[in-house]
């Protein structure tokens, strides 16, 4: 064998290995091309194409220097090539060849193009019973800035997942196992798309490896913490990046380090942790009485009933859908009479997305089918209701019912009604179903047995006039049959042709060979009645099974007419308000209530205002009680209900579209499911840092409480620094960190606003009113103040909590760098290490005692007195305990 073969040869077998397009092999200085793929490269970058001679053969062969490759692969990348690279290293015996990555599309870090470059998974998982489409995960990455970001359809169709896929304008894309062999997605993906299709290894798909690989790229509980964890699709599309990223062996996954979970576009994403913190189906305590959904549910039907949970679980972000079912709405609500008379209409309904189901299993009975018909009909009453009122017949409302095959509605009900019997028998092979006139056979079939069964009706009256027997009846039963039974006082007139078949206390029986022949008659035209009823009625069933589509429809049409019918009851009788919609982030709540709260306590009306730059951000405080978390989930309601298509409970309300709402509620227990309160804290907190956006709207609450105060407070700060300065999410945080008020005076776009509390005669008066500026900080002095501590003593209090605020402080950090703009804030470290040295050499200027004259004059108890009130956490503190302590402390200064 010659060294030509050699190279060539290994070469080829190289290539065998991978299913990249091009393979460049190192050989010494230089990477090198043979057979096609020089010929290729060569056409396409204009390279020389030399011969190799290897064992009488000539190969073509073209090479690049080493150093020179970079540019020649990004611009084979760039035609849509997939390039393998197999670089040379020493070993024990001279040197081996193999490949170490593989530069595709997607994976191509050397771009020159400053867009994202999209990377793809895209996994098709069915759909299974009783959905109406597939479940589709999608991943996608950009492995130029390690953007990772995954979602899951449910009941989906293809088009749906492609309009997803191209907002990415992917590079590159990874079908799913699933989606290969669908040509109409290649095709579809192919005409709109530039993107290079790759397959890769099936087993990566595998639901058990994507997550492992998931779990091993991210952290064992980001799943969770992120909520995907049961989405396996969105999952196995997630695996199948990261593996292919790793295969490919660019080196970039270091860089994907943020998973970011979103909902389809189409929606608000809603992570089960806010949907349960904000108590949109269930309250904390898992009642359904209590939560947002039963406060506003007035629909009269089970599918309205469906559809407005769902709406409420899923709001929406196209305008043009939210303006649509407000006007409806708003058309309803201006017309009473005919809205109650439409949800009459509707409440005689049955459920036909279900029966439709039914159907298509074969387990619909005649009542089914009965129960398909009654609805169908309603669907030309409620539209002829809408018609005749004009402000409806010109609101989307009409839309609604007019996108409905009502013809065809109206087609098959009176097919049904033609076929079945008013109120038919529950089974279905008893006979009885059909009318009359249905089907010509079963009316003859029907005719001889009624004929049958009219003769052995008469049959008592024929036999007491030829006999003249007075006590003579035809019955029947399961071991007799058809038999004649008279008395036993006339058992001696019966005439010879009857058999006496048996022998009772009072009476006998006899038959007749007439009446075997007859019973034989109409036991074998009952048995084919049945058959035939029973075959008739599948076939019908068969056709309503058919037309399920249909009957979804016009199901999704009531439900939906309910569900807007029930948004305008609501509103009436609540006097919601009609949310003006935009697009430019901000948000304007004038007198909002909390949609709850307000059915069951005198609510005291608040207003919001947020906008971009230089108001995103509020920070919230005011003392235990005051209102905090109330104001911040009202907010959210509203934004939420605004994006359901509801009016809201405001006097007027300015609504900047939200792509999500996140929220983490503090203080929630979740010791039952045997994970810590500051477990779930931090992996609540994590998928919001993961996840929001700037066009998403976060409520925190009390974040950081779950740990020790000087944890909790960084985390805090530098929480409410992360989405300041880099997300720019519209954000309500509440806290009782009343450093963070100070924030607000380096942050541009954070704001304080507080929730204003009076204090009279010692009392607290909760004012349940939200105000501008962080709350009074000398709030615990102003008690001692109240309390009749001296004077002086409430005078120096102050001065030393000035003090305290200013010593220690930390940088805040500015946006993005930190290196410019930055901005001195208060973070007090030492907490009330106030009479010695700052222990990292804070000058004398900043030591209070120290360079206090007043301070050196106190006596040591003052001083202690001074130490416990700076040290107290007022919020945390109980009233009572508060009391006594301002007692003992006027004690004490009572004896110096
Ligand atoms: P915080 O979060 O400040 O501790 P909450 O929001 O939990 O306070 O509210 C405390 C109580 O005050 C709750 O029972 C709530 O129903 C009531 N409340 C809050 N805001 C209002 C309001 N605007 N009008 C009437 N009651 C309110
Ligand atoms: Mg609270």
């Not at 490919?248 to 389809?264: D, E, I």
């Not at 009706?457 to 058809?482: A, C, F, M, W």
């Not at 040591?860 to 107290?872: G, H, Q, R």
Request: charged share 30%; aromatic share 6%.
């Amino acid at each position: 064998m010659t060294e030509a073969t050699g190279i060539v040869g290994e070469f080829l077998a190289l290539k065998d290995e991978t299913d990249a397009d091009i393979l460049a092999m190192q050989c010494g200085d230089f990477y090198e091309f043979f057979a096609d793929d020089a010929e290729l490269v060569a056409d396409e970058l204009d390279l020389k194409v030399s011969q190799k001679s290897s064992h009488g053969s000539k190969y073509p062969m073209a090479g690049v220097p080493v150093d020179d490759l970079t540019p020649y692969v990004s611009a084979l990348v760039e035609r849509g090539y997939r390039v393998a690279v197999a670089d040379q290293h020493e070993t024990a015996d001279g040197h081996a060849r193999e490949i170490t990555r593989v530069v595709t599309p997607g994976t191509h870090l050397a771009t020159g193009d400053a867009s994202a470059q999209h990377l793809a998974a895209v996994v098709r998982h069915d759909g299974g019973r009783g959905s109406e489409g597939d479940t589709y995960g999608l991943a996608v990455a950009d492995v130029t800035t390690g953007r990772f970001q995954v979602t899951q359809l449910d009941d989906a169709d293809v088009s749906a997942v492609l309009t997803e896929l191209y907002t990415f304008s992917p590079a590159e894309v990874l079908p799913g196992p699933e989606l290969r062999n669908d040509d109409e997605f290649l095709a579809t993906l192919d005409e709109r798309s530039d993107a290079a299709v790759s397959l890769h290894a099936t087993e990566s798909f595998a639901p058990g490896r994507a997550r492992h690989r998931v779990r091993e790229q991210f952290g064992a509980e980001t799943l969770e913490s992120v909520g995907i964890a049961d989405d396996d699709a969105a999952i196995a599309a997630a695996g199948a990046v990261l593996s292919y990223v790793e295969e490919t062996g660019v080196g970039t996954l270091a860089a994907v380090t943020r998973l970011q979970a979103y909902g389809a576009r189409d929606h608000v994403a809603l992570d089960a942790t806010t949907q349960r913190n904000l108590e949109l189906t269930e309250t904390m305590q898992g009642d359904s009485a209590g939560s947002l959904f039963s406060t506003v549910d007035h629909t009269v039907t089970a599918a309205g009933g469906r559809l407005l949970k769902r709406w409420l679980q899923r709001p929406r972000r196209e305008r043009g859908e939210l303006v649509r079912r407000q006007s409806a709405v708003a058309a309803l609500t201006r017309e009473a009479m005919a809205r109650e008379a439409i949800r009459e209409t509707l409440a005689d309904g049955y459920d036909l997305e279900r029966l439709a189901a039914r159907a298509t299993s074969g387990s619909a009975d005649a009542r089914d089918l009965r129960a398909v018909r009654d609805t169908l009909v309603l669907l030309s009453e409620v539209a002829d209701a809408v018609a005749e009122t004009e402000r409806l017949a010109d609101s989307p409302l009409a839309d609604v019912l007019s996108t409905v095959d009502r013809e065809g509605a109206a087609a098959l009900a009176a097919e049904l009604d033609a076929a079945l019997v008013e109120d038919p028998p529950g089974t279905v092979t008893q006979g009885g179903l059909f009318r009359r006139g249905y089907d010509d056979d079963l009316d003859e079939l029907i005719d001889e047995h009624e004929a049958a069964l009219e003769w052995l009706e008469t049959l008592p009256d024929r036999e007491k006039q030829k006999t003249g027997i007075t006590h003579l009846s035809v019955d029947r039963n399961k071991t007799d049959g058809y038999y004649i039974q008279v008395g036993k006082s006339e058992t001696d007139q019966v005439p010879d042709a009857y058999e006496e078949i048996k022998t009772l206390k009072n009476s006998k029986r006899y038959t007749i060979p007439e009446l075997d022949e007859r019973e034989r008659d109409v036991l074998r035209l009952e048995e084919r009645r049945h058959d035939m009823e029973h075959e008739l009625f599948e076939r019908l069933r068969e056709r309503v099974a058919d037309r399920a589509p249909l009957l979804q429809d016009v199901g999704r049409a009531l439900a939906e007419v309910d569900c807007l019918a029930s948004l305008s009851v609501h509103a009436v009788e609540n006097d919601w308000t009609r949310p003006e919609l935009t697009d430019d982030g901000t948000l304007d709540i004038e007198a909002g209530r909390h949609p709850v709260v307000e059915q069951t306590t005198e609510f005291v009306p608040n207003d919001l205002q947020m906008r971009p730059d230089d108001r995103d951000f509020l920070v919230v405080t005011g003392p235990n009680m005051s209102g905090k978390s109330t104001y911040m989930r009202q907010t959210a309601l509203i934004t939420l209900l605004a994006q359901t298509g509801s009016f809201v409970p405001a006097r007027s309300a300015t609504v900047g579209l939200v792509d999500g709402i996140y929220t983490r509620v503090g203080a929630l227990d979740e010791l039952a499911q045997g994970r810590s309160t500051f477990m779930v804290e931090m992996q609540e907190l994590s998928n919001i840092l993961h996840s929001a956006t700037e066009d998403s709207l976060i409520i925190l609450d009390e974040v950081g409480r779950g740990t020790a105060t000087f944890d909790g407070i960084s985390i805090a700060w530098a929480a409410v620094e992360y989405i300041s300065t880099r997300i720019h999410a519209k954000t309500l945080f509440a806290t009782h960190y009343h450093e963070l008020t100070s924030l607000g005076e380096s942050l541009s776009n954070v704001q304080n606003v507080h929730v204003a509390a009076d204090e009279r005669d010692g009392d607290v008066t909760f004012m349940r009113t939200v105000r501008e500026g962080p709350t009074n900080r000398s709030y615990g002095v102003h008690v001692a103040d109240l309390a009749g501590v001296p004077e002086p003593v409430v005078d120096r209090s102050r001065e030393v909590l000035d003090r305290l605020r200013d010593d220690k402080a930390i940088e805040v950090r500015g946006a993005d760098s930190g290196e410019e703009g930055t901005t001195q804030a208060v973070f007090d470290l030492s907490s009330g290490q106030f009479d010695g040295a700052s222990a990292d050499g804070g000058s004398d200027e900043t030591d209070p005692v120290a360079t206090d004259g007043a301070a050196d004059q106190l006596d040591p108890a003052t001083e202690d007195v001074l130490e416990e009130l700076s040290e107290l956490d007022v919020n945390e503190t109980p009233p009572v305990e508060l009391m006594a302590k301002v007692q003992e402390w006027q004690a004490e200064l009572d004896e110096t």
